[in-house]
T-cell receptor, first 111, second 115 residues
Framework: KQEVTQIPAALSVPEGENLVLNCSFTDSAIYNLQWFRQDPGKGLTSLLL?????REQTSGRLNASLDKSSGRSTLYIAASQPGDSATYLCAACSGTYKYIFGTGTRLKVLA | DAGVIQSPRHEVTEMGQEVTLRCKPISGHDYLFWYRQTMMRGLELLIY????????DSGMPEDRFSAKMPNASFSTLKIQPSEPRDSAVYFC?????????????FGPGTRLLVL
């Protein structure tokens, strides 16, 4: 059974810092992995999707990597800004094409 | 495109009442997913459809929950009778050519409170 873990649960950094969010999964037989952002009281915004055949994806200041053999994905945020403050969720697709979500990392970027 | 549309955005009801949540997926998307988010359990998949057909409903908590997709542009999630433990945010998401090509795109959610 797939389990997805995100560490740390919360993170506070000063503006301008580069940071890495971690996502671990137990079953390496995944079809894809997606990173989302969720603002308080809001829905999920898709950030990056990595297919199982890919190693990384980039969008602006965001870069996500995937290492299936070690069961890990990382989301790299460059030059963080206060507007990046949100909860970041990863979701791994495995089994019968279902997403299993991590519990998220609450990020706060201080001005 | 307007994105995934959900209604109502907020619902407050009393225990025992029937609740119907609605979702309109992104036009052209052939997969539709219903999720529930709570503080205790996080985000959980309830059911998903492909071309209007339910594919996996193993996440539906019990017989009080039912979901339908009568056509490609509309789906409902019904709870009858509702209970206080059903209080949660319910999200609908859609995708195209899942899981090989497109990401899942989420609606704004319906915040349900059962008193």
């Amino acid at each position: 059974k797939q389990e997805v873990t995100q560490i740390p649960a919360a993170l506070s950094v000063p503006e301008g810092e580069n940071l890495v969010l971690n996502c671990s999964f137990t079953d390496s037989a995944i079809y894809n992995l997606q990173w989302f952002r969720q603002d308080p009281g809001k829905g999920l915004t898709s950030l990056l999707l990595i297919q199982s055949s890919q190693r990384e994806q980039t969008s602006g200041r965001l870069n996500a990597s995937l290492d299936k053999s070690s069961g890990r994905s990382t989301l790299y945020i460059a030059a963080s800004q206060p507007g990046d403050s949100a909860t970041y969720l990863c979701a791994a697709c495995s089994g019968t094409y279902k997403y299993i979500f991590g519990t998220g990392t609450r990020l706060k970027v201080l001005a | 495109d307007a994105g995934v549309i959900q209604s109502p955005r907020h619902e407050v009801t009393e225990m025992g009442q029937e609740v119907t949540l609605r979702c309109k997926p992104i036009s052209g998307h052939d997969y539709l997913f219903w999720y529930r988010q709570t503080m205790m359990r996080g985000l959980e998949l309830l059911i998903y459809f492909n071309n209007n057909v339910p594919i996996d409903d193993s996440g539906m908590p019990e017989d009080r929950f039912s979901a339908k997709m009568p056509n490609a542009s509309f789906s409902t999630l019904k709870i009858q009778p509702s209970e206080p433990r059903d209080s949660a945010v319910y999200f609908c998401a859609s995708s195209f050519f899942w899981p090989d090509r497109e990401a899942q795109y989420f609606g704004p959610g319906t915040r349900l409170l059962v008193l």
